[in-house]
């Protein structure tokens, strides 16, 4: 078996057509200069309007641009403009908020952008202009480790990166930037929890360069520690982000990991997509292929589906984190019952989230073996008492090693109807937010009329890729 | 829930019901008069028959008359004589069997008994008068420690048995034998792997009566050790016999363990039935009921049948040493392709031996889960490479963690067809002597036409055993 290619059609092997693959993926990454002014444009008149709209207001420190607009590390057809406006550490909390909210709103109106709420750690103001996504944030002008707040940390960041940035680099960036996110681990958010803009950042000025990160990635292991700081073995970084499968040391905040939104999954994509990408250089890294395995009908049986509907407005991470935290719960709940849970995905569309299961059979067989105590335990004569004249009982009790079983007829076999009772009962975890609805969440089993339902309703994309399975990068 | 009664109908608690159980409990055990006299008249028959066939043999010393009918430790309906014919040291091991074979059948014969030859260590001869099976076995006259052969230690078991025996401990004895043998644990023999006569002797010895050995064992674990010779602390024990569920050291030779043919599932039952014989006594422990349960229908789909044909003439104890060893093969075999096994069970039948195993789902699902390496291992890319694009593959491969999964479909589905292909590639074990019966097996799933087969084939009282799946004293 040669190498392993992604995607089909002749490549050519050999630095000419590594050099050709990067050439193509510049263009995908690289701004134009049309672009590049464009956005320039778009920051300046942003700038100055947040800029009228703060002036003269107590406690208004300055305005600035901050992030990849002010590094000049976006890529191309992402162009984002992020404006902080910052406080004096004496302003409330509540008050540098409001002040976000009516005055960042006012700002964006006053340019003819539409805006509107999100919340992160507190709320900002998201605008659009043409195709430009611009943010107006609040932050507090403090020193280095007397953070008030999680962004004031992001002018350093920006201040950081700059100082060592050259043109060459700024292109490489974009090239890891764009790598990341075609192979679809871009995004610190806990919905993709992988690689931020900033940790692409730092790991190319770390090792120079996109194709000696690649280099360096196709080695790593879970538990990989770079200390940006000078201060830390990699020993001691482990111990103090011990779950951790990828360990950054921010160069602003040393007690920090910035990569310590990246889960096992993605940090792991990364590590093979580098090795293939390194022993078989494609395009396709960069711009993935569509799902390609459209045949539905092995899956047919082994789909579950749970359909949430009106969540409430929320910060995405907050109703991600108790979306994910059901499907685990679920995940574990089904797996104790016996089902063999072979994947399952998320997908929000509006207010609703779709969960998939992909489950090895939606009816349990109508017999189970139950394994009880060791005979010398105390209550093994309870187990022989339970099971010896019950209704359900097919076999049994037996004695086998130094353990008691039975076999038993199950009372309820489908997956559906237990995931019901579960919910009712308390048996899956059921966070607050969400717990509505989850208790009128429609459970139901993907068959092909289902499936075509699900289509319509906006999960095409979702369905296409959770039925060929495949990341991006192995289409 | 109350105390577990096996058997149904009024039982009274308190000393008055276990004396009442016990005192019908030794109308099982314990001989008539009658049955008594007509043993030592037998025994003294066939004692004179085989002096007298070996009489001017050269190297031959004595013959005694040894085991339970020598102690008096027999069961009622049981009856057994067993005659040792004693060489000096000096005779061959091939002579002794010759004339052990030769001169035992022909002493049997003069009394008008009919005889086989049978195999354990070395041959001997088993004949039948009336209802007593008379066994004639050939030993070697030696000191303790200086044993040629196995069965050398027999006439010094006898010995120290007999000098510790009274008529109230002799009776003790055989209520626990009788007992052993009603829930289905006396037997040292491959097949049943449980407590031989001898060892059951010295347990009641060592607790000095039958309810004290119960309310002992009733709290045994495993790696019991009970030292009979003052010799071993119960950790030195352990550490001498580390896998043996139980162990009694034998006073004519201290290293070695009397218990070591007793298994884990046998040691298990034996403590189960005494905690359950203490806290609810019952006749049923003594003379169990046949198997109940006979409804097969709710396991029909899930049984499977391997009948062994031709089998060699082997002693015993080899035979089924390869028959289970081919069984715990297949089991092991069957997990690992993901098969359910719940149990399993041989019975043998003349030259046959007919296996069942109950299976979860006889035919594994269309899908499979393959779990692939860590993405870290350099052998991640081929796997990568092996089912990318394969026909069988229908989703993936993806990562998830650190590893690499796949779904693909399964060419053989069928418990029947992948054991016929796995005894075809040697991929389970088939110990040689068996191995032409195991590659002209007969393997087959059990449905009622076939269930109907087998019962009328004589395995009638094994089928019904293995439905039910109670040991004895749980009917």
Not at 112 to 133: C, I, K, Q
């Amino acid at each position: 078996m040669g190498p392993v290619r992604a995607g089909d059609g002749p490549v050519k092997s050999g630095a000419g057509e590594l050099e050709g693959v990067l050439e193509a993926a510049r263009r995908i990454a690289v701004p134009t200069e049309y672009e590049e002014r464009r956005l320039r444009t778009v920051a300046e008149r942003v700038l100055r309007a947040v800029e009228e709209a703060f002036r003269g207001v107590e406690g208004h420190v300055r305005t600035t641009l901050e992030g990849s607009a002010a590094k000049g590390t976006w890529i191309r057809s992402r162009p984002e403009v992020d404006v902080f406006v910052h406080f004096s550490p004496g302003v409330g909390r509540e008050l540098l908020e409001k002040m976000v909210v009516e005055r960042g709103s006012r700002a964006l109106e006053d340019i003819g952008a539409s805006w509107r709420l999100r919340y992160a750690d507190h709320p900002y103001v998201e605008g659009f202009l043409g195709d430009v996504t611009v943010n107006v944030v609040g932050c507090y002008a403090t020193e280095p480790g007397k953070w008030l707040s999680p962004v004031d940390r992001t002018p350093y960041h920006t201040r950081y990166v700059l100082s060592r940035l050259d043109d060459r680099l700024r292109t490489e960036i974009r090239l890891a930037k764009a790598f990341m996110r075609g192979i679809g681990v871009y995004g610190a958010e806990l919905r993709i929890s992988g690689f931020s803009g900033y940790l692409t950042e730092l790991l190319v000025l770390r090792f120079n360069g996109f194709l000696e990160l690649l280099r360096d990635g196709s080695g790593w292991r879970p538990g990989k520690a770079i200390d940006m700081t000078g201060t830390f073995t990699e020993e001691e970084l482990r111990a103090l982000f011990p779950n951790s499968p990828l360990i950054v040391t921010d160069p602003v905040d040393r007690n920090r990991n910035v990569a310590s939104a990246v889960s096992l999954t993605r940090f792991s994509e990364f590590v093979l997509a580098s090795r293939l990408f390194l022993s078989s250089p494609s395009l396709s890294f960069f711009d993935p292929r569509p799902p390609f395995r459209g045949d539905v009908r092995p899956l047919l049986g082994c789909l579950m589906a749970v359909r949430l509907r009106d969540l409430p407005s929320l910060p995405a991470d907050t109703l991600w984190g108790e979306v994910l935290k059901f499907c685990r719960s679920v995940e574990r709940r089904l797996q104790r019952e016996g089902f063999v849970v072979r994947r399952w995905a998320a997908e929000s569309n509006g207010d609703e989230v779709l969960l998939l299961f992909d489950i090895e059979s939606l009816e349990l067989p109508p017999l189970e073996l139950r394994v009880g105590p060791p005979v010398w335990l105390r209550n093994a004569e309870d187990f022989v008492g339970e099971h010896l004249r019950d209704q359900l009982t097919v076999a049994g009790p037996w004695v086998s090693g130094e353990r008691l079983y039975v076999l038993k007829r199950r009372a309820l076999r489908s997956a559906r109807d237990l995931l019901l009772r579960w919910i009712e009962r308390g048996e899956v975890s059921v966070p607050k937010d969400v717990a509505p609805s989850i208790r009128s969440a429609e459970v139901f089993e993907v068959t092909e009329e289902r499936l075509r339902e699900l289509r319509e309703s906006g999960y095409s994309a979702f369905l296409d890729a959770f039925i060929d399975g495949r990341p991006p990068f192995l289409r």
